[in-house]
């Protein structure tokens, strides 16, 4: 556990010329992982890009309301065809977000 804390921890932090509030430059690994979930057709989503969700894989507004990760943005999306389930992206390191692509597994856990 307090390894998975000093790995959020070490997550370098940059002033936004803008706003000179500090925000993430990584997004928090929220899951070291996919995450299988059923997707509607055409409904639209919103995932997580900051990791910092109580929702996983899904935002819950938290990157509005928390001035640490303040200018994160979640990224909508919507599936056109029904399939048994999706793989989102648990890691944040994707570079297909919000769908896997396996980079969890090059994650130094
Ligand atoms: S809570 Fe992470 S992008 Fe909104």
């Not at 070490?10 to 992982?33: D, Y």
């Not at 055409?42 to 938290?62: A, E, H």
Request: with cysteine; aromatic share 10%.
């Amino acid at each position: 556990m307090q390894q998975e804390e000093n790995k959020e921890i070490k997550h370098s932090e940059l002033a936004t010329k803008e706003s000179q509030e500090k925000v993430p430059c990584i997004a928090k690994i929220a899951k070291p992982h996919l995450l299988r979930c059923k997707l509607e057709p055409n409904k639209t989503y919103l995932y997580c890009t900051c990791g910092y969700s109580n929702t996983q894989p899904f935002c819950d507004k938290t990157c509005d309301t928390s001035k640490d990760i303040k200018g994160w943005k979640p990224i909508e999306f919507k599936v056109t065809v029904e399939q048994t389930f999706w793989s989102l992206c648990g890691c944040k390191r994707s570079k297909s977000e919000p769908f896997c692509d396996g980079s969890h597994n090059t994650l130094d856990w």
